[in-house]
């Protein structure tokens, strides 16, 4: 397929030129065909080359290779590099080469997309379960370089998403399958960054009254939001409501109905850290968002925002679906950070547990725990954690529940690990499901403090 691209661009570019004079399109396709064969000859897994693009006067060609086998969307390589070529009126100059952790090259597409005046390149590849590999390379700024996104919890220079004439539209598929959850995202080229703005098209109201409708469309009445906030097609509303003990925190999206809000999650706001992990929410709108509605989503905001640091520091991705733990009236927050060699995008690794607490104001370590076991490593099992009785008010206890835990006569058993993480006794360990005990020289009956802090070195 991708061989096959290239000799119709090939073709496409061997014009006739002026009489007497060099043809750029002749000259193209002999130097796509010198790049092609030196992509061969050194095993190179997919290569790609642009059409001529005309640009005020001047005229543009870029070659994309990318090593075989390398990961994509995040694997931690740097596995493309991509030669930008002007036509000089004699021969096709080398204008510069920009490589890193990019797009597979499989498609290159001239675009317009940071106001260069000069043409941006959309390196584009995958193609296969609603993933579509994007990263764009820009003179913008007068160095040819990638561009980054926000995406996620932090910035990339690979997204899934597509270009949209001036406009880039970003995707997370969270299972990346068919099936989803997917949710989308415009983005503008703003100082060097391409951030998120508002869809194209109309509006729609963000008020509580508007979204009370979308979370609830019945005429009876069952929740209330009483703030909301929206930025860059998303909302997140607060309130309380019939059914739930404490607060209502709804997060809608209208990426894929720009016209209309459409509900993402409705629950007490303990999920929402990892919104920028299950959806197409970039951690920078979920802290404005957070910022605007005020005080009550601080535990959430700052949960994101340690989320993002774990992830730079140690080079992992946060498990999905692991959010907020509340119990005993404290909010916990449990990481599974990488307990050994570093984590690639295709196998599981062994992890260690750090157990954070809401103090009020910020997140604190309290314990840590190296190798729990694999019904408890999330990168095994699945899942996320929950709190379970501790035999014991001064004490807390965690399993894991969902896609995960054990097997019985070859069918999966999934309503708990058979570990639980606890601090009975003053210190964090793994104990039998069903049975919280304290380690050796510890009495269970003595009052303890939630678990003992500890700092966490440097990997």
């Not at 691209?5 to 090939?10: D, G, P, T």
């Not at 963000?206 to 860059?232: E, I, K, M, N």
């Not at 209309?260 to 850290?273: I, K, Q, V």
Request: positive net charge; hydrophobic residues 40%.
């Amino acid at each position: 397929m991708i061989g096959a691209a290239l000799v119709v661009a090939a073709s496409v570019l061997a014009r006739d030129g002026r009489a007497g004079q060099p043809d750029p399109r002749k000259a193209a396709a002999s130097l796509i065909a010198k790049l092609r064969a030196e992509s061969n000859r050194t095993h190179v897994g997919a290569f790609a080359a642009s059409n001529v693009v005309t640009r005020n006067g001047r005229l543009w060609l870029a070659y994309g290779s990318t090593v075989a086998g390398a990961p994509y969307l995040g694997g931690g390589a740097e596995p493309t590099r991509v030669r930008i070529y002007r036509w000089s009126g004699r021969d096709w100059a080398l204008s510069g080469t920009v490589t890193g952790e990019l797009g597979p090259s499989q498609w290159i597409n001239a675009a317009s997309l940071t106001g260069s005046r000069d043409p941006d390149f959309a390196i584009e590849g995958c193609g296969a379960g609603d993933t579509n590999c994007l990263s764009v390379v820009s003179d913008i700024g007068g160095r040819w370089h990638a561009v980054p996104f926000e995406y996620g919890y932090g910035e990339t220079l690979e997204v899934n998403g597509i270009p949209a004439v001036h406009l880039v539209e970003t995707e997370v598929d969270a299972c990346s399958c068919a099936g989803g959850p997917s949710t989308w995202t415009y983005e503008r080229y703003e100082g060097g960054v391409f951030r998120p703005v508002d869809p194209p098209g109309p509006r729609p109201d963000c008020t509580r009254s508007w979204l009370d409708t979308v979370a609830y469309g019945w005429q009876v009445q069952v929740l209330r939001f009483d703030r909301v906030a929206c930025a860059a097609g998303w909302a997140v509303a607060v309130g309380t409501g019939t059914g739930f003990s404490g607060r209502v925190v709804g997060l809608f999206d209208r990426g894929g109905h720009p016209k209309r809000w459409e509900l993402m999650t409705l629950d007490n706001g303990n999920a929402l850290p990892v919104a920028p992990a299950v959806y197409d929410l970039p951690l920078s709108i979920f802290g404005r968002l957070a910022s605007r509605i005020g005080p009550s989503l601080a535990p959430q905001l700052a949960a994101a925002r340690l989320i993002a640091r774990l992830q730079w520091r140690y080079h992992f991705y946060w498990p999905q679906q692991n959010g907020i733990v509340t119990a005993a009236g404290v909010n916990w927050l449990l990481a599974e950070l990488p307990d050994g060699p570093a984590p690639n995008n295709y196998s599981a690794y062994p992890v260690a547990v750090v157990i954070y607490r809401w103090t009020g104001t910020s997140w604190a370590a309290e314990g840590r725990i190296p190798r729990p076991g694999h019904d408890l490593n999330v990168n095994w099992a699945g899942g996320w954690f929950t709190a379970v009785p501790a035999g014991s008010s001064s004490s807390v206890a965690f399993a894991l529940v969902g896609s995960c835990c054990t097997t019985k006569g070859g069918v999966a058993d999934n309503a708990q690990s058979t570990g639980l993480i606890t601090n009975a006794g003053g210190t964090w360990h793994v104990v039998p499901r069903h049975r919280v005990s304290a380690p050796a020289g510890h009495n269970p009956n003595r009052a303890r403090a939630p678990g003992r802090r500890v700092r966490l070195g440097r990997r």
